[in-house]
């Protein structure tokens, strides 16, 4: 096991272990930190077995094990960044229509005070 296998399962338990105790302190919430846990031990497994890193690395054609790792992990950022994309539109959405809908209260709250 080389230093790069060490480095990348100290890493993969910290992760697991941040994002557990951010949940705990309710920092982060669950549905999210599903993806970041399921990487966190995907990775961990991938750099404890090593023939499975072996097999999927030959079938993306890649060179060595650790671009593998970091090929993974590149395609679980796009995914989550796209996620974070569609939540932010539907909160912007949702905040305009909210604007928008206090501002026609206010007016409406407006209006009945000049009418007393």
């Known amino acids: 096991m080389g230093k790069l296998d060490i480095i990348t399962i ?14 705990r302190r309710r920092h982060l919430n669950e549905e999210y930190s599903f993806g970041w846990m399921v990487a966190s031990v995907f990775v961990f497994f991938l750099s404890l077995w090593r023939e499975m890193l072996q ?3 030959a079938l993306i054609g890649g ?7 970091f090929f993974f992990g ?6 989550i ?4 994309s ?18 026609i209260l206010m007016s409406n709250l407006e209006e009945k005070e000049k009418e007393k």
């Open 10 to 23: 100290c890493l993969s338990v910290i992760l697991f272990a941040y994002v557990f105790e951010l949940v």
């Open 55 to 57: 097999k999927i690395t």
């Open 63 to 69: 060179t060595n094990y650790p671009s593998t790792i």
């Open 74 to 79: 590149f395609i679980f950022l796009i995914i």
């Open 81 to 84: 960044n796209l996620h974070f």
């Open 86 to 103: 569609i939540r932010i539109s539907a909160l912007t959405k949702q905040v305009r229509r909210l604007t928008q809908n206090l501002a």
